[in-house]
């Protein structure tokens, strides 16, 4: 069972507005959560992350928000730019040096 | 990323064959993984390493086994390829860090099994 989700496959966007990305986990012991981004034909890149001490982490036009009594996070992306289009993973970790990850969402930022 | 290579970038191969995946790191990173990306299901680990011949499974192994006789290598091999084996195939190295657990991935292998 994927203790990892993102439910929403796709996004799509209006270059210099706000994308806004949902992650939602089950697994109450994941102390560590990251985004990865993927452009085709490429291998994933981190992106940003957050431990579960904080519920803020900002990195320029970045920000990953942790929810954990919801067990809820979400990534900002402001402004969006056509660069920004590319598909986004959530993972989590238990501190056991092993990533989960959601089945991504695409993001799609139109001119 | 430079630091992790993977090969071949392309593979087709036929049903019941045995087919090996090669994961090269220069960044002296102890754990390795692979992973299996499939839609609707993102990345799913495989299996993964935590030193040299030191190996563990991930969520998906069954039909799977790795090997890593040096730090910088870590292989996976399918012993008898399935169709079901059909996938972009992605290694991993890190963490880059003892805090943000960021790991670096490869470029990824397209596997084809006919």
């Known amino acids: 069972d994927q203790q990892v989700k993102q439910n929403s496959p796709s996004l799509s966007v209006q270059e210099g507005r706000i994308s806004i990305l949902n992650c939602d986990y089950t697994?109450?012991?994941?102390?560590?959560f990251l985004w990865y981004k993927k452009y085709p034909a490429e291998g994933p890149t981190f992106l940003i992350s957050i431990s579960s001490i904080k519920d803020k982490n900002e990195d320029g036009r970045f920000t990953v928000f942790l929810n954990k009594s919801a067990k809820h996070l979400s990534l900002h992306i402001v402004p969006s730019q056509p660069g920004d289009s590319a598909v986004y993973f959530c993972?989590?970790?238990?501190?056991?040096?092993?990533?989960?990850f959601g089945a991504g969402t695409t993001v799609t930022v139109r001119a | 990323d430079a630091g992790i290579t993977q090969s071949p970038r392309h593979k087709v191969t036929e049903t019941g064959t045995p087919v090996t995946l090669r994961c090269h790191q220069t960044?002296?990173?102890?754990?390795m993984y692979w992973y299996r990306q499939d839609p609707g299901h993102g990345l799913r680990l495989i299996h993964y390493?935590?030193?040299?011949?030191?190996?563990d499974k991930g969520e998906v192994s069954d039909g799977y086994s790795v090997s890593r006789s040096k730090t910088e290598d870590f292989l996976l091999t399918l012993e008898s390829a399935t169709s079901s084996q059909t996938s972009v195939y992605f290694c991993a190295a890190g963490p880059k860090g003892e805090v943000d657990y960021g790991y670096t991935f490869g470029s990824g292998t397209r596997l084809t099994v006919v």
């Open positions: 390493s935590y030193g040299v011949k030191d190996t």
């Open positions: 697994n109450s012991m994941f102390d560590y």
């Open positions: 993972a989590a970790s238990e501190n056991d040096y092993k990533l989960s």
């Open positions: 960044e002296n990173h102890r754990y």
